[in-house]
């Protein structure tokens, strides 16, 4: 098999798992989406530094692209490459994070330190609330975040 | 110099992304325990994914651009810890669109 199709068998495997094996259904939530546009902002940044450089070289018959000659950088965009990397480093990361983030969902569905839950940002005090505490918070300075509940 | 190129791109994704631990309170380091279960099996199904595409010679790495360390004799140590910090880097920013935005994702207490 071809780094293109273990690719393709990786998303397909991990949307399954997503939406069938842990329900979790990330897939379908507007937070993950937003949060994947950030990571694969930054993917194309460092992937494309390290495969610029010939950090990564990747073998003809494995990817859709040629490996081009080592005097210079892969193209930056054509021949199956998307910011110097072969589009196949994308179905890995999508991968590889959807199963990261669907697994945490899933543990903490399952209680596993549910709670505290994220959030506010710290320039926001007078914020959103964790749902579950009716507020044990005091407005003081450093006073939010110990008085939440830890189970 | 030249052998730290990747991990300085490590140590990047890492500060890069743990800085929202504080800033937008995304307590994932904080709920350590859950993050080494939603860790542990991504970063065994890759590196295993990883160890089996180098010996097939589907990818290499340059063994002038990383530290030389290589577990199990072939796999550079930074694609380790490239499974490790990229998707801390990934829930992180989960929970920092959370933290802003306060959309839901499935595990909150009202379900």
């Known amino acids: 098999?071809?780094?293109?199709?273990?690719?393709?068998?990786?998303?397909?495997?991990?949307?399954?798992?997503?939406?069938l094996v842990l329900r979790t259904r990330l897939v379908t939530r507007k937070g993950f989406w937003v949060a994947y546009a950030i990571v694969l902002f930054f993917q194309c940044v460092t992937n494309g530094v390290l495969t610029s450089l010939h950090v990564f070289t990747y073998a003809d018959s494995a990817i859709v692209g040629d490996q081009p000659a080592s005097d210079g950088p892969p193209p930056f965009f054509g021949q199956g490459r998307i910011f110097f990397q072969p589009f196949e480093d994308l179905l890995m990361g999508f991968s590889l994070c959807l199963l990261a983030m669907a697994l945490w969902i899933y543990w903490g569905r399952r209680g596993v330190q549910r709670t505290p839950m994220s959030g506010p940002p710290i320039w926001r005090w007078s914020g959103r609330v964790p749902s579950t505490a009716p507020s044990a918070d005091g407005p003081g300075p450093g006073g939010a975040r110990d008085g939440e509940p830890t189970a | 110099m030249e052998r730290l190129t990747y991990l300085g791109v490590l140590?990047?994704?890492?500060?890069?992304?743990?800085?929202?631990?504080?800033?937008?309170?995304?307590?994932?380091?904080?709920?350590?325990?859950?993050?080494?279960?939603?860790?542990?099996?991504?970063?065994?199904?890759?590196?295993?994914?990883?160890?089996?595409?180098?010996?097939?010679?589907?990818?290499?790495?340059?063994?002038?651009?990383?530290?030389?360390?290589?577990?199990?004799?072939?796999?550079?140590?930074?694609?380790?810890?490239?499974?490790?910090v990229v998707p801390i880097a990934s829930i992180l920013s989960l929970e920092a669109v959370r933290s802003v935005k306060g959309w839901p994702l499935g595990d909150e207490a009202s379900r």
């Open chain 1, 1 to 19: 098999m071809t780094y293109t199709q273990i690719g393709i068998l990786f998303v397909v495997a991990v949307v399954v798992s997503d939406l």
């Open chain 2, 11 to 84: 140590v990047f994704i890492f500060f890069g992304s743990a800085w929202l631990e504080i800033a937008l309170r995304t307590r994932v380091f904080r709920r350590w325990k859950r993050l080494l279960l939603a860790l542990s099996v991504p970063v065994v199904v890759f590196v295993i994914w990883d160890i089996w595409a180098i010996a097939s010679g589907h990818w290499a790495i340059d063994p002038d651009r990383t530290l030389g360390i290589r577990l199990f004799g072939i796999l550079p140590v930074e694609e380790l810890i490239f499974f490790l």
